[in-house]
């Protein structure tokens, strides 16, 4: 509460504002805030569903590391971070409990499932949130992004439970984990135990396959980021993960932290296979690639092995409970031969149906590529 000052200017002019008056509605002002702040102070958590005095509360760590005690009662969530947290909360079967999260509208597939997220307010992202918009939506628990120090605080500053999600910085292991604390979060740990299962099977299923192919002969791959710049992961991103995960060996991998690369760097790593994130829509190949002329000797490009990331309800080259899905299909394009009887349908199929409780077509699914 003692930060909220700093937020924002009321916009009122007390200048010319009579004393007794000006007192007295001082005075109603601060016992509306106390009225309201109440709600979110933990002296008076209890009232809001958190743990009886004596009882041990519920408790999860985060992708911060850090403790978060959980309310009893979780029905109102804000999201504040883009996409994936979105996924998981569905996943868990806690969809209709998010009261505002970042706009669904890139992602048509997934609006199809949950028809209600076109509908759903936006209280901002990131470092760019509303305190005002949380504040009027009184959640019992915000998710936000690890990469949001600042605004996650001015939230917590108000009372409310912040749990942070991984979001791009994650490794397979630490999505894993996220899976369950999300499980725990909403009392959904066997969902999430199942999901982590789905996941190691596949995982173990692409493993085994190209265990026999020495590293010095494994595809040499480039991840090209939406727009106009070459941008990429290194090792501290997902893309390093998703392209290891499916056995090939990321080009990028030493640039640790940094995102843009040239051409000419480009050129020296010469990756047997280019992977772009489609940042608009299925099928919309960056003409960053196969319309630069100085690209053109690039193995992959001489090749024709530039491929777009597919996008079901979320992109499948970014961290989400999807993200599995992605991770299979990069490994049957980078091994053809080696992922013989890998049927990308069938397992795209079975996970919408176990998972979102949706009857995926024929259509839909083609519309991924």
């Known amino acids: 509460m003692k930060n909220c000052g700093n937020e924002r200017s009321s916009g009122l002019s007390i200048g010319a504002y009579p004393t007794n008056r000006f007192a007295g509605g001082v005075c109603a002002a601060m016992v509306m805030l106390f009225m309201f702040f109440c709600g979110f102070s933990p002296s008076v958590a209890h009232a809001r569903g958190m743990s009886a005095p004596g009882a041990s509360p519920k408790t999860i760590v985060d992708a911060a590391g850090r403790t978060v005690v959980l309310p009893d009662a979780i029905r109102r969530v804000i999201i504040t971070c883009y996409g994936g947290a979105t996924h998981e909360v569905s996943v868990m079967g806690a969809a209709d409990r998010i009261v505002a999260q970042p706009s669904m509208r890139r992602f048509p597939n997934l609006l199809k499932m949950y028809p209600r997220f076109a509908a759903t307010e936006d209280a901002g992202s990131f470092e760019n949130v509303s305190i005002e918009r949380i504040m009027t939506l009184k959640p019992d628990l915000v998710i936000a992004g690890i990469t949001s120090p600042r605004a996650n605080r001015k939230i917590e500053s108000l009372g409310i439970p912040v749990v942070t999600a991984a979001i791009g910085r ?70 390093q993960h998703f392209i290891s995960a ?45 319309g630069n002329p100085r690209m053109k000797n690039v193995k992959a ?69």
């Not at 056995?247 to 690369?261: S, T």
């Open 170 to 239: 994650a490794d397979i292991d630490a999505l894993l984990d996220e899976f369950r604390m999300m499980g725990r979060v909403f009392g959904t740990e066997k969902r999430a135990a199942e999901l982590v299962s789905f996941w190691k099977e596949r995982l173990s299923f692409i493993r085994k396959r190209v265990s026999g192919i020495p590293m010095a002969k494994r595809k040499r791959v480039f991840y090209l980021g939406s727009g106009s710049s070459l941008a990429t992961d290194g090792r501290l991103w997902w893309g």
């Open 246 to 290: 499916a056995g090939g060996v990321n080009v990028a991998a030493d640039i640790g932290p940094a995102r843009q690369v040239t051409v000419e760097q480009l050129l020296v790593w010469n990756p047997d296979v280019i992977v772009i994130h489609t940042d608009r829509s299925p099928g919309s190949t960056d003409g960053t690639v196969r």
């Open 301 to 369: 490009v001489k090749d024709n092995r530039v491929y777009p990331c597919p996008v079901g309800a979320f992109w499948w080259d970014r961290p989400s409970p999807e993200a599995i899905l992605g991770i299979l299909w990069l490994a049957k394009t980078l091994y053809p031969e080696r992922m013989k009887g890998l049927d990308l349908k069938k397992e795209t199929v079975s996970f919408y149906k176990r998972f979102h409780d949706y009857g995926l077509s024929a259509g839909e699914y083609e519309s991924f590529f």
